[in-house]
């Protein structure tokens, strides 16, 4: 199932983040977008990815960003699970006026996954760089 957050899915996905990325390294959730634009996909009420959609103020432009994934669910049908949560993205964001996405991919796995998605993979490789100020 796809949705938007509910309550208690911040401290979900902050545990994930933890997981994956190391001990606070998590984005601070007043940084995300609001819970409108906050997404989790869901099998038999398990969680079991979420990703985030900015979207801009003065162009039809989406960013999807900090996609992360519940390290425990080892299913075999978890990649496919993770590629609906990105194509469902898609339409929320075709359902906003949105024309542009794009994402930054750490991983060679999920700019594989993007590939297969339709999305234009860079030549030139990139870095996702960020900073609290």
């Not at 801009?56 to 496919?80: C, H, M, Q």
């Not at 006026?97 to 999920?110: A, L, P, R, Y």
């Not at 590939?115 to 900073?131: D, Q, R």
Request: with cysteine; proline share 4%.
């Amino acid at each position: 199932m796809f949705r938007s957050f509910s309550d208690k899915d911040y401290v979900v996905v902050h545990e994930w983040w933890n997981w994956w990325w190391g001990k606070d390294k998590g984005i601070e959730k007043n940084i995300l977008p609001e819970d409108d634009y906050c997404y989790m996909i869901e099998k038999n009420n398990t969680p079991v990815a979420a990703g985030f959609l900015y979207i801009g103020k003065n162009a039809p432009i989406g960013y999807l960003t900090f996609l992360v994934s519940n390290p425990n669910y080892r299913e075999k049908d978890r990649k496919f699970i993770i590629e609906k949560l990105i194509v469902n993205i898609e339409q929320e964001a075709k359902s906003q006026g949105i024309k542009f996405m794009f994402t930054v991919c750490e991983s060679v796995n999920m700019r594989n996954m993007h590939n297969k998605l339709g999305w234009t993979i860079s030549k030139a490789p990139s870095y996702e760089t960020f900073k609290y100020i």
